[in-house]
Nanobody, 115 residues
Framework: QVQLVESGGGLVQAGGSLRLSCAAS????????MGWHRQAPGKQRELVAR???????NYADSVKGRFTMSRDNAKNTVYLQMNSLKPEDTAVYYC?????????WGQGTQVTVSS
């Protein structure tokens, strides 16, 4: 069984910063791509950032230059540093990992940005 546990969400004013973490545990041989997705009320879940096992990352246009994703393979953990936050970044943020052929999701962490 594989578990992904996110942490670091919260309430922040516009222009502020938050750092999300996602730790994978369980029967893990190797983790391929990992990603952060978000879902705002009434909207579809969207990809925010993704990082390969080798450390190559890419981002949604809406967060480029403000968000940075990184990973620590030794700890099976990924991070999302979010700077210059905007009210439109408000959403539940989900971690996703591809382990073998299967995708796994975390339970989500709420990020709320006040104007």
């Amino acid at each position: 069984q594989v578990q992904l546990v996110e942490s670091g969400g919260g309430l922040v004013q516009a222009g502020g910063s938050l750092r999300l973490s996602c730790a994978a545990s369980g029967r893990i041989f190797s983790i391929n791509d990992m990603g952060w997705h978000r879902q705002a009320p009434g909207k579809q879940r969207e990809l925010v950032a993704r990082i390969t096992a080798g450390g190559t990352s890419n981002y949604a246009d809406s967060v480029k230059g403000r968000f940075t994703m990184s990973r620590d393979n030794a700890k099976n953990t990924v991070y999302l540093q979010m700077n210059s936050l905007k009210p439109e970044d408000t959403a539940v943020y989900y971690c996703k990992a591809k382990i073998g052929p299967f995708p796994y999701w975390g339970q989500g962490t709420q990020v709320t940005v006040s104007s």
